[in-house]
Nanobody
């Protein structure tokens, strides 16, 4: 597994979760220069981009999560994080991390992701 996401779970609407994604040793040496993204796939839907953090720390967000989610990274630990506040039932999805490119390509294999379930 190249990318391991964790931190998901069941939470009530309005609650918070913090997701973490760590790069494996096989890719850790090239992690720091990568722009990283958090993605999610709701049940029965396509995978979508949630947030991006560049190698320099600039961030962008999907409109649906702007103001509620915060992406960060710790290059020393080879980790990216997604702090999710004010969660809504529509945030229910499997969350993944991977590299981000405007061309839509991904550098690494998708991991299993971490399931976030928000109850109303």
């Amino acid at each position: 597994v190249q990318l391991q996401a964790s931190g998901g779970g069941l939470v009530q609407a309005g609650g918070s979760l913090r997701l973490s994604c760590v790069a494996s040793r096989s890719i850790s040496s090239v992690f720091n220069p990568k722009n990283m993204g958090w993605y999610r796939q709701p049940p029965g839907k396509e995978r979508e981009l949630v947030a991006v953090i560049t190698s320099g720390g600039d961030t962008t967000y999907a409109d649906s999560v702007k103001g509620r989610f915060t992406v960060s990274r710790d290059n020393a630990k080879k980790r990216v994080y997604l702090q999710m506040n004010s969660l809504k039932p529509e945030d229910t999805a499997v969350y993944y991390c991977n590299t981000y490119s405007a061309s839509g390509t991904y550098d690494w294999r998708w991991g299993q992701g971490t399931l976030v379930t928000v109850s109303s």
